[in-house]
């Protein structure tokens, strides 16, 4: 039998070369439809959702423990391993693929297992049980730093040694389509003497990637770079919503608090890495060496698209305003996870790990707001005398992602997210 990463494998189910969710791909998420049943897992195939319940419950997937696709969430079916994850895979693709009868020539299996993607509500894919957010980007966090403190002080002196992070908030990460309110706190404008409370008014964005991780790790120990690969789920599209004016006057000296906490969005279909393997490509050089522990012996990048589009209330369409790539990240998501759990910090089923902003060498390629209008200097033209240095009430962010192969593409789907006023 063919890998499930096969370029040549077709499935029974029509799937445009533009889709996000070929064959190849086999994202799961959660959802519900008009059926009235609860909240289930599947993955998405073209312009379907194949129902995994309906599978488990027919006895045509074997996971081991029955009811794991029953849950709302992915936890139950992650905590199994990657071993479990790899075959659940490789059946869910045999039973998709043109050339196998047993659900193709099946019709009443067929109604009942695929559902149209427009009758279903997609929902937060897993239950986040600790977030953090990592800033390794060398392209943002030098252009910050450019802002900040000049261009001979752009890097601090510990950003090339480790994958700089905090520990941000899971309790207010959010699936795709969920409005996020403009959030109030303490503001601080450099003229002001004293600070004041209200509404944030420099709301931006952050394109990032989100590593899910499928596997625990045990307080006190430390993790391999083959170690931590394995505890990789996969990975979603993340949205760090930002307010840069709460953050300027908070940061000192314990980093971002109330300016990161009141929302993530992120995208509804995790990605397996699995899927991603294809794509896998070299990062930038490290310059220092990194420490041993951190030191990988295989490229864990990924040559993955990403784009960004930003769409005012009285605007028909989003406007791209930033196209990068996650492959120029400067830390990998291995080394974070490493990094993560060297101290003998535990990690859990469930976390979530933000790549950091996404930014790349070139202009266009900025993955936030800060950046792309410098710090509110340059403000961005978005359509005729619709212009923003910083998020306003009603606008709506897009966020997409893939790894485009010969004539396919894995990606994504999309994040985003409309601005609601404070008030
Ligand atoms: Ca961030």
Not at 64 to 77: A, C, D, K
Not at 112 to 141: C, I, N
Not at 355 to 376: A, F, M
Request: net charge negative; hydrophobic share 40%.
């Amino acid at each position: 039998m063919s890998h499930p990463n096969d370029p040549k494998l077709r499935s029974f189910i029509d799937v445009a070369p533009t889709s996000d969710f070929p064959i190849q791909n086999l994202p799961y998420g959660v959802f519900s439809s008009k059926d009235g049943l609860a909240s289930r897992v599947g993955v998405a195939i073209g312009d379907y959702v194949l129902d995994l319940w309906e599978l488990e419950q027919g006895s045509r997937l074997d996971v081991g423990p029955l009811g794991v696709f029953s849950q709302p969430s992915l936890n139950p079916f992650m905590a199994l391993g990657p071993k479990v994850w790899s075959k659940t895979r490789a059946r869910i693709s045999e039973l998709l693929r043109s050339d196998h009868p047993e659900l193709r020539d099946n019709r009443e299996l067929r109604a009942r297992a695929l559902v149209p993607t427009a009758d279903v509500k997609l929902h937060m894919p897993f239950a986040v049980a600790g977030y953090t957010d990592f800033y390794s980007s060398k392209e943002h966090a030098t252009n910050v730093g450019v802002m900040f403190r000049g261009k001979d002080n752009a890097l601090q002196p510990n950003w090339l040694h480790m994958p700089i992070g905090y520990n941000g908030r899971a309790s207010t990460v959010v699936v795709t389509g969920t409005k996020v309110r403009r959030p109030r706190g303490q503001l601080k404008p450099p003229a002001a003497e004293l600070p004041s409370f209200g509404p944030c008014k420099r709301l931006d964005f952050e394109l990032e990637m989100g590593v899910v991780v499928g596997q625990a790790s045990a307080m006190g120990e430390m993790l391999t770079e083959k170690q931590a690969e394995e505890m990789i789920f996969g990975f979603v599209i993340l949205n760090d919503w930002s307010a840069r004016d709460i953050q300027q006057w908070e940061y000192v000296p314990l980093g971002p608090f109330q300016a990161k906490a009141f929302a993530t969005s992120i995208s509804p279909w995790v990605v397996t890495r699995e899927a991603l393997e294809p794509f896998r490509t070299q990062g930038p050089a490290q310059d220092p060496t990194p420490l041993a522990y951190l030191k990988q012996a295989q490229p864990n990048n990924y040559d993955l698209v990403l784009e960004v589009g930003l769409r005012a209330g009285a605007m028909n369409d989003a406007r791209t305003v930033c196209s990068t790539n996650f492959k120029y990240m400067y830390w990998s998501s291995v080394q974070q996870l490493v990094h993560h759990a060297s101290s003998g910090c535990a990690m859990n089923v469930g976390d979530l790990l933000g790549s950091g902003t996404i930014s790349g060498p070139e202009k266009h390629q900025r993955g936030s707001l800060l950046e792309i209008s410098w710090n509110g200097t340059e403000p961005v033209e978005l359509a005729d005398g619709v212009k923003r240095t910083f998020l306003e009430d009603g606008d709506s962010l897009v966020m997409r992602g893939w790894c485009q192969g010969d004539g396919y593409r894995v990606g994504f789907g999309e994040v985003e997210g409309t601005v609601d006023a404070a008030e």
